[in-house]
Each structure stands twice: as structure tokens, then as C-alpha cells.
């Protein structure tokens, strides 16, 4: 045939640059690492409390709880959907677990907590896989109704828990690294395996892509859905726990706004909210660039009014970086199909 | 480098593209392209899979821009570098998926192009009553004799959607035609209506560029046929001097040996891989019909006959209404693609973008995409095991690119290669092949046509479903003529031609 004598050419203009291209174009891809190495320099230039060993640990006490919400939004985004009932479930699992027989028992309140999460995660993940409703609608639906629960069973007073140990895992450290910290980030090492050496995995990332493309190739892709908003649910009621676990009791307002916050986190890590698209380590950067940023504006003494501001400037310079970012591969018409 | 040819009968240059190059990250498209095109002619760029033909065509319609070099558009004294340029330079593109709004009526869509001029024409969407009558003159010399001016967009044919397309012809005014493999789509029977618009277009002094390689179109719309390979212009003809085996030559670099029709080994007493009886889904009725372990069936049938129907209700891609199917005497009725592939049934989807392949994987992950189930244990992959035998099947099927290539940047040709490997890794007893060459260029074309050989060698059932006669004669053993939904006809490949499949498929008129 003739590919033979193609194949040569091709292969000889092609491999030479293919490997520092390979480079160039994972380096550009990088930019989370970017932000966050001109936030580190940012930081010591700026205030000489930033790099002390309280600051930093309390740093990664801030960005851990979120950093797991994170990482649950991360895989729902991955499968092209939105999840912006995280908050409220962060909330209803942190009060169940420290309202159950009395938050006398931390196995139980953890069991609760997480038990909470998956039980939202499977009722959101059977709306949106087998009833074919969009993600976004399901779980706005869910972030009422689970506040909503939250402040009917507290009736907005925060609920105490008795177990002394209650908050032993949020505070308790390891070689002076924070445990709750290293749960982050044992979290992350899992999802990232889960994302990248699984089929499970493997199959979100074709859901997320092309859905009827993986349907036709015999993915299962609605029991995927599903698992992946159980998955979800469960870190996010884990999540719910620590919240409630480092600030020793269960707050009915615990997790406000943590949907918006993860959903900036992870997009400025870099994935796609059209799916299919991401990195579990772009999604911890996002985190810690979000934690750097509160913190820094609190060392600053920046009013809280103005941080609220930085923090959507952060957003939207991000979100802009991703376009440039995945624009450079794409043609630039607006009708042609791509 | 090869100079042009002057058109013969007038000269008047409607384009010219010097010394032009196209780099795509990693691969260089186009290399020192210069060509010329004149009013009042057809040019027809033909190259194989990869050749850089659409990349020239998207050029000259500044939808991209060249790396080096410059294209000149004649009366139009800026660089085009955006459709709307396009517009006002008088270049009328006409994409190989036709470019409709779904939402819009048939009329709306066929003044498509006035949208972007609005305040040209004041609101578009308050089309004048004289223009009705316009409408439906377009309407007609495309042959949309059935088609109302209101019914929307979504409720036509893929062939309909392309006709309508090319309608907008007749509304636009523009001085350079552009069909970007505009037929691969359109079927024999719309055939006619876009060789006499063509036809149509060059009296009235347009430049046409014609996209293509198949060559029964090429040199029956051609004047001059300028031929790529591998990014550089290899040659330019005229139609009349040359012939099809000297543009295929070019095309693939060396000369091709065209398959010949395949005698049909006996079947006979061997138990057969599929019995479908009775069959009914979506507008196919009462199909009945068996395939043999290493027998090749064709299903012939305009768009619209059921013939998709048929492929898709066996390989668990749409529900049958009633009529059973057999896989080696046991009954299946798989309920999605899934369950199919666990019969042992594959289907090579028609729409290669949508179904075919997962859009932001590398050609490796779309191999491996059906058979995750061999790299891993305990449902962990095996990345090593998985990359090499990802390396073996790039190999075997001669897929441009790696294992890490996106397979959307790759050719029509390879991207059909990397499904077909994707399927046959499954190891299937039955593979169900939807339109397999469309839009494939003639290279490829051999390519797939050995590896569907291959599988009837290895005793493999296999179903072709297509709209080309040409090509069902020349790969299958039998092939089964369905029209209206019904199975009318059945032929032996080496007893019967074109004309026979095109009478039956047409009910007798021809």
C-alpha cells in the first residue's frame, strides 16, 4: 500500500519537535502552578507573617475541608455536570453528625456525616443519570431543601456535640502537619488514581467528552453517573464532619457559599465545565490558590468587603486564562463544525 | 514545483494562493502551495486522506490563516481572515456538514448568510413577501420540490439539510463557490441537482472549487483538477487530457490495484452467525435475511429507506417493534450498545464524530474505550499493558499520528481506522459497518476495504450498510435491497452492477 512511503516523511518532519513540543504544551497547560508561584512571592514580599509555621498550618487547615469539596466537584465537573448542593450538604451532614445521639460517638458522626452525603449524592445522581434532568437545576433543588432541613432541625441555633474527642481529628497533627491535612491529601492521591489508572475512571472521562460516543462503545453511563454523584456525596459529607469536627460544634451555616467557592476552585485548576476535561492536581492547585488568597487578604487587613471582590476578580481572570488556554487548539469560527 | 495550467476560455483570475504553508501543531498541513483559480471555471483540488485539501479550502475561505504566504482574492483588496470577510469578499463555502439551524424555518435558514448583513437588509426576519417567491425558485432548482418554506430546520434529511445548503446559491451573491466534500453526504439521487448547479455556476462565471476524491464526481464537474499529497501540490490537470487511474495515481502516490468483486464461497449446510426474521423498527418492516460465518452482506437503500434502521435494531442502538434476531441460534435482543457488544455484536457507527469516538481522547483511549476489560484487574489499569498493545494496533492499522494523537485531529480515513480497531479488539462474531468510507478519500477507502476482508476471513460475520452501489459490489458477497422499509431485492455481487442495485433501490424508474 502506500502509507508506507507517507509515513516516512511524516514521521521524519514530526519527531525531532515532537518531544520539547510535548513539553512546551504541558508547560502552558500549567498555568495553576503559575498563579500560585506568583501568589508564594506575592506573599513573602507582602507580610512577613505569611511563611510562619502557625500561618501555614492554619492555611491548610482552612483549605483542607474545601479542598475535599473540591475534589468532589471536580469529579461531577468531569462528567460534564454541576454540583451546587456541595454547601448545604456540607451543612446538613456537619449538624447530623453532631446532632446524632447527642454527637456522643465520632465513629457514628462520621458514619452519619458520610451517610448523609451519599444518601443526597445517589437521589441527585438517579435524577440527573435516569431521569435525564440537568445537573444544575437538580441541585439547586438540593441546596434548598437540604438547608432548609439544616435549619428545621436546629432551628438556627448551632448543635453541640457531646464527645469530647469530637474534635480530635481536626486538630490532631502528625509530625506537626496537620492530620486533617494529610486527609486531604491521601483524598486527592485516591480520586487521582480513581480518575487516571481505573476503567471507572477511564469511562468518566468518556462521559464527560462524548457521552453518545460512550454509550455506543458499551459504557454503562448512567449507573457511572450515578456513582460518580455517590462518590461525590460521600467525600462531601466527610467534608461535612471535619468542618464540623475543627470548629467543635455543628453549625446550621456551615458551608454557605462552598459551591461557588469549589466550582472556582476547580475551573481554576483547569477543567472544562463542558466536561471531560482536567486534572485532580489542577484542582488542589485551584484550592490552594483560593485559600492563599483569603488568607493573604486577612493577614493584610483587607476589609471583608473587598476580599469578596478579589476573590470574583480571582474568578474571572482564571476563567479567562482557560479560554486562552483551550482556545490555542481550536479553530476560531463560530459556525463551522468542529 | 508545478505552474498552474491557464484556464482556456477566460482568463480572469478569481483567486490566487502563493507560496502558502500551513502548520498545525506538529504536523505541517500545507508546504509552498501556489495555485491559481479563474472565473467561469470548475477547479476540483483532489488529494488522499491528510493531503491538506480542506486545509487549502479553509485558507482561501479565511476561516484560518496561512503560516507563510499570501492568498489574493480578486476585487477584494484586504486579506480575508474571517467568514465575514468571506462574505464580503464574495466566497460562498459550503461545509461537508451542512451549516443549519435547527431551530430556524427552511426560509430562514436559506437567508442564512443575509443575517450576518443585517443591517444590510434591514431585519432578516421579516422576509419579504417578494422574496417568498425567491425562496421557493432556490428552493427548486435544487430539487426541494416536497420541502415547505416553514418546516424547520431539525425536520429534514441529512441529504435534505445539504441540498438546502447549497440552495443558499442561489440567494448569495458571491463570485467563488467553495464545496468542501459538500457530496459526501448527498446521495445519488441529489446527485444530479448539485452537478447541474454546478454546471449552472460556472455559466454565470463563478469560480468553483470542488473538494473531493471521488472521481466519478471529479471528472463529471471538473475543468482542471489540481491534486495534493502529503501537504505539497503535486500536479495540475485538465479533466479533459487526463483519466481516473493517472488523478488516482497522484492522489496515493503509487498505482492501486482496484478490488475485484469477490466470488461467493458456498455456505451451504454451515449454520449461520445471524438470522434476522420478521424484523420491524423505526421504518423498517418484515426484514428477514441471514448472514454466514465469513460472509460479507450489503444492505442497499436510499436515505430514508430503513436500511440504518435495520443496523442499528440489531446492534442495541434503537428498539425493535417486533421480529427476532439470532446469534448463532440463540436469540439476543440486546437493550443498548453495552449488551450487544456482550452478544458478541459490534456497530460502526454512521456518524463517526458523534458516536464513533470520544472527542477529547487520544487515539489510544478510543482503541481501548470497548475493551477497558483486558488492561485491567479488579477494574485498575495496567497503563504498560495498555500502551503496547495500543503501539500494536497503530501499527497494524496504519493510524497516522501515535497512541497520544488526538483522534479529532486526524483525517476522516484514520479516524475510521482507529473505530474499526476499537471494534474488532472486541473480538465480535457479528460487526455491523454504518456507512463505513463516508467521507473517506480513496486510499483509505482500499484500507478499510482489506480490514473488513480480513474479518470475513477470520469467520467473522459482516454487514455493510451503505449508499454506494460502487462500493457494496466491490466488497460484499451478496447484498440485500431495501426500499421503503422493505428488503425487495437480493443480489449476488459478481452477478449484478450498479444499475440493477439503483433500479431496485428506485422501484423500477430509472
Known sequence: ?338 | MTTSVPAPASPAVAFSVAGVSKDFPGVRALEDVSLAGYRGEVLAICGANGAGKSTLARLISGQSAPSTGRIKISGYDKEVTSPADADDAGILFMHQEPVIVDEFTVEENLWLKQLSSAGKNRSWRVIPKRRREESLEALRTVGMHEVTLGQLGKTLTPGLRQMLALGRTQVTPHRILILDETTASTTEEHFKDVEALVERERAAGTCVIFVSHRMPEVFAMADRIAILRNGRLIEVLKAKETNREEVVTLMVGEAVRALEAVPTPSFAGIDPVLEVSGLCSGSARDINFTVHPGEIVGIYGLVGSGRSSIARSISGHQNRDSGTVKLYGQEVSPKSPGAALKNGIAYLAEDRRREGFVKDFSNGDNMTLATLGQYSKFGVLNPQQERRRVDELIERYKVKGDGKTLTRSLSGGNQQKVCLAKWIEAKPNLVVLDEPTKGIDIGSRLNIYQIVHELADEQKGVVVVSSEAEELLMICHRILVIRDGELVDEFQSTESNTDDLMRAALGGEL
Open chain 1, 1 to 338: 500500500m502506500t502509507t508506507t512511503a507517507t509515513k516516512d516523511v511524516s514521521a521524519k518532519a514530526g519527531r525531532g519537535s515532537t518531544r520539547t513540543r510535548g513539553l512546551i504544551h504541558w508547560a502552558k497547560g500549567q498555568y495553576p502552578l503559575y498563579i500560585l508561584i506568583a501568589l508564594l512571592i506575592v506573599a513573602a514580599l507582602s507580610t512577613d507573617s505569611f511563611f510562619t509555621a502557625r500561618n501555614l498550618t492554619n492555611l491548610i487547615l482552612q483549605a483542607s475541608v474545601i479542598g475535599i469539596v473540591v475534589l468532589a466537584q471536580f469529579l461531577i465537573v468531569l462528567t460534564g455536570g454541576i454540583d451546587i448542593s456541595v454547601g448545604s450538604v456540607v451543612g446538613l451532614a456537619g449538624v447530623m453528625s453532631a446532632m446524632i445521639i447527642g454527637g456522643a460517638s465520632v465513629p457514628l458522626a462520621i458514619i452519619v456525616a458520610i451517610a448523609v452525603g451519599v444518601l443526597i449524592g445517589l437521589l441527585n445522581g438517579y435524577f440527573v443519570a435516569f431521569r435525564g434532568l440537568e445537573p444544575f437545576i437538580v441541585t439547586l433543588g438540593m441546596l434548598s431543601l437540604a438547608r432548609g432541613l439544616v435549619y428545621t432541625f436546629t432551628e438556627g441555633v448551632p448543635v453541640q456535640p457531646q464527645a469530647e474527642n469530637f474534635r480530635a481529628i481536626a486538630t490532631a497533627t502528625i509530625l506537626g502537619f496537620p492530620l486533617i491535612g494529610i486527609i486531604w491529601l491521601v483524598l486527592a492521591l485516591a480520586v487521582w488514581f480513581m480518575a487516571r489508572r481505573t476503567v471507572f475512571g477511564r469511562r468518566i472521562f468518556a462521559i464527560g467528552s462524548s457521552p453518545e460516543a460512550a454509550y455506543a462503545s458499551g459504557v454503562p453511563v448512567k449507573q457511572t453517573l450515578l456513582a460518580v454523584y455517590i462518590i461525590a456525596g460521600a467525600m462531601v459529607g466527610f467534608a461535612g464532619f471535619l468542618l464540623a469536627s475543627r470548629v467543635g460544634v455543628g453549625t446550621p451555616t456551615a458551608g454557605t457559599l462552598y459551591e461557588l467557592d469549589s466550582i472556582a476552585a476547580v475551573v481554576i485548576g483547569g477543567a472544562s465545565l463542558r466536561g471531560g476535561k482536567g486534572s485532580v492536581l489542577g484542582a488542589v492547585f485551584g484550592t490552594l490558590i483560593f485559600g492563599i488568597i483569603t488568607n493573604l487578604l486577612v493577614l493584610l487587613n483587607v476589609s471583608t468587603f473587598l476580599q469578596d471582590a478579589f476573590r470574583g476578580g480571582l474568578i474571572l481572570v482564571a476563567v479567562v486564562m482557560t479560554t486562552v488556554h483551550f482556545r490555542s487548539g481550536k479553530k476560531k469560527t463560530v459556525l463551522s463544525i468542529p
